[in-house]
DNA sequence: TTGATGCTTCGGCTATGGTCGAAGGATGAA
DNA sequence: TTCATCCTTCGACCATAGCCGAAGCATCAA
């Protein structure tokens, strides 16, 4: 009796449609002025502003602020996790309205989540570095012997991410997909070492797309033989 | 753009009290009339079938008619798991109130989450099982040849499992800890055996406790030498 | 200083939706 | 049939909160 209106109060803020086109907009990890977030969500600037601070009272949103503008974003990946959740949720009871669009199809082929990789592509990844022993576990995934040595290879300074607060590696439900993708720290270094090396290209929005050398160096890598 | 209304739907859903009570009293997995709903969600009777409505509307709840009473339950296991996931949520943003109660600690300790093991005790099932090399993978997470023979042995019909459409095993978030524990047809079908060896009793509400016997069978069965 | 830009606050309008009393089925028991 | 129980529907009330126009700060440029 006491814990629905804690979860209610989150739930609540997450259920206004500005907010929620708000919060999916930020979804990639980027951080965002308000006036573009007022434009994203559709409202006016004023309407925006009231609207984010409710979102940073409530710690889901941080805000930085750089001379005359103010940035936003997530507080955290689990705030993109209970959204994608939410996506996936929404999905399965049929709230969703029948999308298949070209940009619909992009977005469940690869799509920046946060600041990793997820969609099919996110999930392959998974799915084979764990059927290369690369990965062993289940929700706090971690990197065996042999994937230290395949991810320090790939170009990734493990010892620097283990430095830092967040968790090395973490599974992240993949909304459109039903399996896990590769979050935290070697997650996100993996897709900026991708884009690195001119495996994939950032689209519009949270859109990703493979260039082709970035399919066979991804195919060769992850899924050999 | 076009996605945030369709979580929005979803999150307004929940985003109300008495919404949020009826659904986080259903999270047991239990069926419930609507007159012990109502009294859950401290609403009256005709707030509450409103409110049941739209939930059932929504495909969140089930509805199932037996005489003069009308039973819901939760529409399947992902609800409970968003709802979760809120929690966890609620929790790290500091939405929550700080409930250090007995009964708290008792919800920590061992809860049903749907149909299964979760708490602390679940989240260490699941650890175990997979130290044991009993079940492997990480979100499909799948039962290896030794956890097959295990679990036949511990009473369990796997085969029985299997023909039902439920996938046999599915991580599942613990808001209280952050790992996983086990769902799924196999997760439930262990929470039914060790009720039924006397290892653990139904408390009031979610709450689960083990009895002597069964902690001591817990570990001996899963936490060997 | 003056002006432009980006954002916040204030005030008032409006609509949405949560709430309950009362009445109306539907089911089961006597 | 008659009555009691469980639930749904209707109608009306009311509070919440989303929305925008207008005005007020804050920052930067010239």
């Not at 206004?16 to 930020?26: G, H, Q, S």
């Not at 283990?162 to 399996?179: M, Q, T, Y």
Request: proline letters at 3%; hydrophobic letters at 45%; aromatic letters at 4%.
């Amino acid at each position: 009796m006491k814990e629905g209106p804690v979860i209610a109060s989150v739930a609540a803020l997450l259920g206004d449609p500005a907010r929620a086109n708000i919060l999916t907009a930020l979804m990639d990890g980027r951080a965002l002025t308000v006036s573009e977030l007022a434009e994203a969500a559709g409202v006016t600037l004023q309407t925006a502003s009231g609207h984010l601070a409710k979102l940073d009272a409530a710690n889901l949103l941080t805000a930085e602020k750089q001379g005359r503008h103010r940035y936003f974003r997530l507080s955290g990946p689990d705030v993109a996790q209970v959204l994608e959740a939410l996506m996936g949720l929404a999905q399965r009871t049929g709230a969703t309205r029948v999308r298949t669009g070209p940009r619909d199809a992009a977005l469940r082929s690869a799509r920046i989540c946060y600041d990793h990789l997820a969609g099919e592509r996110g999930v392959a990844l998974l799915t084979a570095a764990r059927r290369q022993g690369l990965i062993d576990g289940d929700k706090d995934v971690t990197l065996t012997a042999k994937g230290r040595a395949f991810f320090t290879e790939f170009g990734i300074d493990l010892a620097a991410l283990e430095r830092g607060r967040r968790p090395l590696c973490r599974a992240c439900l993949d909304w459109s997909e039903r399996h896990n993708h590769l979050g935290g720290a070697l997650g996100a270094a993996l897709l900026s070492r991708m884009i690195e090396r001119g495996w994939v290209r950032r689209g519009t929005g949270r859109v990703l797309t493979f260039t082709c050398e970035g399919k066979e160096g991804f195919e060769a890598a992850f899924i050999p033989s």
